[in-house]
């Protein structure tokens, strides 16, 4: 495991893991604080820097407007994605095409090393961020795409992988996003009078 920016998770998945939670959309107020709700990539000076930071963007290279157009795509479409439950995935083609016209744009290659790794890699001449696509593809091979999910709370939606042995995690975190959620389903059943 390899530390991400904001947490600990298998190294082979860890920029894919930045890329999805580069928006933060937690809307649950904590101790009477609001937690403010933040897009790393809102802008495309951020995108540039959120890159180059993680080696997407080689010196001088350029980021324009499309591709940064491009980049939000791209998180939105894998983000909706691991919205929907592994089990329905199979069935739902209109996610399956926002995923498939956003990935269009970040063409792989694959790349054998002298020790005789094979990698896919972002084709010469394009975006960086076909690593990205790589992780995801490289996880749907494994089968451990299924392990990678939305936080089930709507306070919350952030991309956590299910390390839990049956897979079968709903939150990213039990202890936070679980409790209010079972909280507040305690408190309306006895407001309602159900319980």
Not at 48 to 53: E, P, R, S, V
Not at 97 to 112: E, F, I, T
Not at 141 to 148: A, F, P, Q, S, V
């Amino acid at each position: 495991m390899r530390l991400a920016e904001k947490y600990a998770v298998p190294v082979e998945l860890a920029l894919l893991y930045e890329f999805l939670n580069s928006i933060d959309l937690r809307s649950y107020v904590e101790q009477g604080t609001a937690h403010t709700t933040a897009d790393e990539l809102a802008t495309l000076v951020q995108l540039k820097t959120w890159m180059h930071k993680r080696g997407l963007l080689a010196k001088g290279d350029a980021v324009s407007a499309a591709d940064h157009r491009r980049a939000l795509a791209l998180r939105e479409a894998l983000r909706s994605y691991l919205k929907v439950p592994s089990e329905d995935r199979a069935g739902d083609r209109s996610r399956a095409a926002q995923l498939s016209g956003a990935c269009a744009a970040y063409p792989l290659v694959l790349r054998a090393s002298h020790t005789g790794a094979v990698t896919l890699q972002p084709a010469s001449g394009t975006s960086g961020l076909g690593r990205v696509v790589a992780e995801f593809f490289a996880l749907a091979e494994t089968g451990r795409l299924n392990r990678l999910k939305v936080c089930d709370s709507d306070e919350c939606h952030w991309v956590f992988f299910d390390r839990s042995k049956p897979s079968n995690r709903r939150w990213c975190s039990s202890s936070l996003c679980g409790n209010r959620q079972k909280t507040r389903a305690y408190r309306d059943r006895h407001r309602d009078g159900k319980a």
